[in-house]
């Protein structure tokens, strides 16, 4: 008997499993969709099921979180780290405070091939690769491995990572750590390393092999929207392209419209509250635009909104109350524009064909296939708008009514 582990389809690629074993038995490969994915060589396997146990898919980590955290908007008051961040610089807030008590942060950089993977942060010049979303699914490594050790060496640990890698950190060290302290990311999905490599590449191609670097949530002072921004030798200044140019087609055409992500994160059983992480952060899309927010001048410069989920989460959130602005909000308004928060990805009708043809095609051809070509369908957008007209027609309170009716609570 082999180890059975999680149905491929609902396997996140947290690499809990690879960590667990003893035997170096398991080693995460690329599938026919681009992703890692598990690989057990039936050689090396004593079938001890250490890999079973530590998958938070089959044996979901048991956590004392709330369910009705306290839920702040709030930024760095350190203007040039808020300034380096996608939103408000919480994560870099958080990291500061461990490094400066001799602790050690995990978090995901890319390293010198351009490959998004998860490192060890010792100090704070490190911590800057780690800082800004890459929107590619990070290679774990060893690393839960790695976190272990300083745990166990007693040093203040700061684990940032998806829900699903936090789950799998859990998962995988089955123990409860005074030192351990973790921040998951409200979580859109994520796309192949695969296809990420090649949108670089043809990058690189068209700018002469001058590229160094992206930054897929770049700020620049006279931006009006989301822009990638280009690392190039030889240029002072960065490049910037906004997403929806075609040369930034990988974020604002096949991460934004759900066709390129991971078919688990379709079933995301970690899209939920109570959340995984001691704190959660992410982007306050909706701050301000139901409920008054006094400080609007400060949205275009990135605002967090920032879940306190436990105990040990509140503790660190003391400890850092200086380092940031804050303003207590509520769930609800982070739900208006966050449905990632609570909802697994709704994945695009076409992405089994596109992340097969992200293996198989050229980012060329990949293009010609896709571009421009990934809007609702005739029947969709007739169906919205039916939707549409509905909810003119039928007030809120009737409604609500008719959902009671057909057995939901509310809408
Ligand atoms: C794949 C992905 C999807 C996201 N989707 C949403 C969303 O739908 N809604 C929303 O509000 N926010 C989302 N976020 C979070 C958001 O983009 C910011 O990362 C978050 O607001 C923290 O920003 P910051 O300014 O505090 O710090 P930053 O310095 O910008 O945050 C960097 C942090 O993100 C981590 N990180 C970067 N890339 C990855 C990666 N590939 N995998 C794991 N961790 C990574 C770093 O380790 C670091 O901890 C997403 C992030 C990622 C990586």
Same mark, same amino acid.
């Given at each position: 008997m082999s180890p059975k582990l999680c149905d491929p389809a609902q396997? #996140? +690629?947290? +690499?809990a499993c690879r960590n667990a074993c003893p035997h170096d038995a398991i080693s995460l490969t690329f599938d026919e969709e681009g992703f890692l994915s598990p690989k057990i060589d039936s050689k090396l396997?004593?079938?001890? &099921?250490r890999c079973e146990n530590a998958c938070p898919n089959l044996n979901p980590p048991q956590l004392a979180r709330t369910a009705d955290p306290t839920v702040y908007a709030c930024w760095s008051a350190d203007a040039d780290v808020r300034a380096q $961040? %996608? $939103?408000?610089g919480m994560f870099s807030v958080y990291a500061n405070h461990i490094l400066a008590r001799q602790g050690v942060v995990f978090g995901v950089a890319y390293d010198e091939k351009n490959r998004a993977v998860f490192v060890k942060v010792e100090n704070v010049d490190e911590l800057k690769k780690t800082r800004? %979303? &890459?929107y590619v699914q990070a290679d774990v490594g060893t690393i839960y491995r790695t976190a272990r050790e300083e745990l166990e060496a007693g040093r203040p640990v700061l684990f940032s990572g998806l829900p699903c890698q936090i789950a799998g950190l859990y998962a995988y060290l089955n123990k409860e750590y005074p030192n351990l302290f973790t921040c998951d990311l409200i979580c859109h999905g994520i796309p192949s390393p695969i296809l990420f490599k090649k949108w670089f590449e043809s990058l690189d191609e068209q700018y002469e092999q001058r590229l160094e670097g992206v930054d897929m949530r770049a700020k620049s002072q006279n931006a009006t929207e989301m822009s990638i921004a280009l690392t190039l030798t030889g240029d002072e200044s960065r490049t910037y392209i906004p997403w929806s140019q075609e040369e930034a =087609?990988?974020?604002? *055409?096949y991460f934004m419209t759900n066709?390129?992500? /991971? %078919?688990s994160c379709g079933q995301c *059983?970690?899209? #939920?509250?109570? /959340? *995984? +992480? =001691?704190v959660t952060l992410g =982007?306050?899309? $909706?701050?301000?635009?139901h409920v008054p927010f006094e !400080? !609007? =001048?400060?949205i275009p410069r990135g605002v967090s909104v920032n879940l306190i989920n436990s105990a040990q989460g509140e503790r660190l959130v003391e400890q850092v109350k200086d380092d940031a602005v804050w303003f207590e909000r509520t769930l609800q308004e982070v739900k208006q524009g966050n449905p990632s928060l609570t909802q697994p990805a709704k994945l695009h009708r076409k992405r089994e064909r596109f992340v097969r043809d992200s293996v198989a095609l050229s980012y060329s051809e990949l293009r010609r296939k896709y571009f421009n070509k990934l809007g609702p369908t005739f029947l969709e957008r007739v169906q919205a708008r039916i939707v549409r007209r509905f909810r003119k027609i039928v007030g809120k309170p009737l409604r609500q009514k008719i959902a009671r009716l057909f057995g939901g609570g509310s809408e």
């Amino acid at each position: 008997m082999s180890p059975k582990l999680c149905d491929p389809a609902q396997c #996140t +690629g947290c +690499g809990a499993c690879r960590n667990a074993c003893p035997h170096d038995a398991i080693s995460l490969t690329f599938d026919e969709e681009g992703f890692l994915s598990p690989k057990i060589d039936s050689k090396l396997c004593v079938d001890c &099921k250490r890999c079973e146990n530590a998958c938070p898919n089959l044996n979901p980590p048991q956590l004392a979180r709330t369910a009705d955290p306290t839920v702040y908007a709030c930024w760095s008051a350190d203007a040039d780290v808020r300034a380096q $961040s %996608s $939103s408000g610089g919480m994560f870099s807030v958080y990291a500061n405070h461990i490094l400066a008590r001799q602790g050690v942060v995990f978090g995901v950089a890319y390293d010198e091939k351009n490959r998004a993977v998860f490192v060890k942060v010792e100090n704070v010049d490190e911590l800057k690769k780690t800082r800004c %979303s &890459k929107y590619v699914q990070a290679d774990v490594g060893t690393i839960y491995r790695t976190a272990r050790e300083e745990l166990e060496a007693g040093r203040p640990v700061l684990f940032s990572g998806l829900p699903c890698q936090i789950a799998g950190l859990y998962a995988y060290l089955n123990k409860e750590y005074p030192n351990l302290f973790t921040c998951d990311l409200i979580c859109h999905g994520i796309p192949s390393p695969i296809l990420f490599k090649k949108w670089f590449e043809s990058l690189d191609e068209q700018y002469e092999q001058r590229l160094e670097g992206v930054d897929m949530r770049a700020k620049s002072q006279n931006a009006t929207e989301m822009s990638i921004a280009l690392t190039l030798t030889g240029d002072e200044s960065r490049t910037y392209i906004p997403w929806s140019q075609e040369e930034a =087609d990988y974020v604002g *055409q096949y991460f934004m419209t759900n066709v390129s992500l /991971r %078919s688990s994160c379709g079933q995301c *059983q970690f899209a #939920t509250v109570p /959340r *995984q +992480g =001691d704190v959660t952060l992410g =982007d306050f899309w $909706s701050l301000g635009l139901h409920v008054p927010f006094e !400080r !609007r =001048d400060e949205i275009p410069r990135g605002v967090s909104v920032n879940l306190i989920n436990s105990a040990q989460g509140e503790r660190l959130v003391e400890q850092v109350k200086d380092d940031a602005v804050w303003f207590e909000r509520t769930l609800q308004e982070v739900k208006q524009g966050n449905p990632s928060l609570t909802q697994p990805a709704k994945l695009h009708r076409k992405r089994e064909r596109f992340v097969r043809d992200s293996v198989a095609l050229s980012y060329s051809e990949l293009r010609r296939k896709y571009f421009n070509k990934l809007g609702p369908t005739f029947l969709e957008r007739v169906q919205a708008r039916i939707v549409r007209r509905f909810r003119k027609i039928v007030g809120k309170p009737l409604r609500q009514k008719i959902a009671r009716l057909f057995g939901g609570g509310s809408e």
